[in-house]
């Protein structure tokens, strides 16, 4: 089936500076990624979706300017936090449609700690 | 009001019980249902989908979905200790804007 690799799995950077997760799909192209963050025992919130070639869509209270995301490729999404600080320790998702069938495929997610 | 609840839990059943897990929504103009499982640390997995009313089986796993209460459901036969995960509800509209319930948190004892 499509799978959709994230990593790194878990990084723990210092306060102020800056991590970078990347999100491929392998076997299919996805024009269109999403990113997540999920907080213990809450529901994933999207922060943005990824468009290829284009600017991303950020939902309601995402700050662009922190959360940088870049859509290169088809196969290619990252999600670069800027001078992280420690509310911004989360997990963060990346998931793609796969074709025309609903339900997202994710990836496996990253563990971010912010010391 | 939130689009989508569901009870958090904990939910904790012996081995080989039925489980059910059980989501209701707000807005009428839903019309896809899915159901991950989420292991610890990890992504999601999508468990099941549909889109009409009515019961949608899978092995053990059967999605049950009552449009005219806004209510769906994921039950689980004779459940098993690799069963334990949190499962989560997810609800889209047509314009493939999707809503995720908080997840319930499932553990099977052997």
Redesign the interface.
Known sequence: GAVVSQHPSRVICKSGTSVKIECRSLDFQATTMFWYRQFPKQSLMLMATSNEGSKATYEQGVEKDKFLINHASLTLSTLTVTSAHPEDSSFYICSAIVGDSYGYTFGSGTRLTVV | QKE?E?D?GPLSVPEGAIVSLNCTYSNSAFQ?F?W?RQYS??????LM?T?SSGNKEDGRFTAQVDKSSKYISLFIRDSQPSDSATY?C?I?DTG?Q?Y????TSLTVIP
């Open positions: 989508v569901q958090p896809y899915m991950y640390r990890k992504g999601p997995e999508l989908y889109y989560l997810a889209a493939n999707f995720f319930g908080t997840g």
